[in-house]
């Protein structure tokens, strides 16, 4: 089954003034687009690169730059970019910079994102940089041979083609998330009705949803 334009994941953008009151707000808002995008594994990683870029462009450029945040898919990567006024001075890198700290959260972008650099523009300087995911395609969905097997469960209840349309509705959303109850509705029934505890169940499915969720971070 085909994945292609299971997710609509369009460029996102938002303004805000460079102040470490802002990086907590960040992460929150974060934290949720990238579960909207269906891209949680990612989650951190994308927190971490903006919190450091922020907080850079605080030490170096001054608390208060007019700064944005653009948030948007480069093929099956994604890419971050924190933007600043042009006039104003670019951003050390990790080699030249004398701030140690400023340094080592370079350093620690380096390590979560395949790529980054530095912006400089005529109309603005910043940071940017991409981070891999597990998808196969800019708008597939992510979680490999576990969503695929759920896909075609879910088939059966006829609701996967509808969220395959570009900019599927908020009902169509909340009808599949009602499938997937049912799904595992069916499936405690089952164990059931073969004799085994659906607790049991239950906690081990969340124990290997949680390991997946944990390993898919740190690789």
């Not at 850079?56 to 450029?61: D, E, G, P, S």
């Not at 006024?85 to 620690?108: I, N, Q």
């Not at 239950?202 to 740190?218: E, I, K, M, P, S």
Request: charged share 20%; net charge negative; with cysteine.
């Amino acid at each position: 089954m085909s994945e292609e334009g299971c997710m609509v994941r369009e460029p996102w953008e938002l303004s805000f003034p460079a102040e470490p009151r802002e990086v907590a707000a960040l992460r929150r808002v974060l934290r949720l687009h990238m579960k909207f995008w269906g891209l949680s594994r990612q989650s951190e990683a994308v927190q971490l690169c903006v919190s450091e870029f922020v907080s850079l462009v605080i030490r170096h450029v001054g608390a208060g730059t007019p700064t944005s945040l653009r948030l948007s898919m480069n093929g099956i990567h994604v890419r971050i970019e924190v933007k600043y006024p042009g006039d104003r001075m670019s951003p050390p890198s990790a080699a030249s910079s004398p701030d140690v700290e400023a340094a080592m959260g370079l350093a620690l972008v380096g390590g979560v994102a395949e790529r980054w650099g530095a912006l400089a523009r005529s109309d603005h300087n910043g940071m940017w940089c991409e981070i891999a995911t597990d998808l196969t395609t800019p708008h597939g969905h992510s979680g490999g041979t576990r969503v695929t097997r759920a896909e075609s469960m879910l088939s059966l209840y006829g609701v996967v083609s509808s969220l395959r349309v570009v900019n599927a509705s908020r009902l169509a959303a909340t009808v599949a998330k009602e499938a997937v109850v049912e799904v595992i509705a069916d499936l405690l029934y089952w164990v059931d009705a073969h004799g085994h505890d659906a607790d049991d169940v239950l906690d081990a499915a969340q124990v290997r949803f949680d390991v997946g969720l944990w390993g898919a971070r740190t690789r």
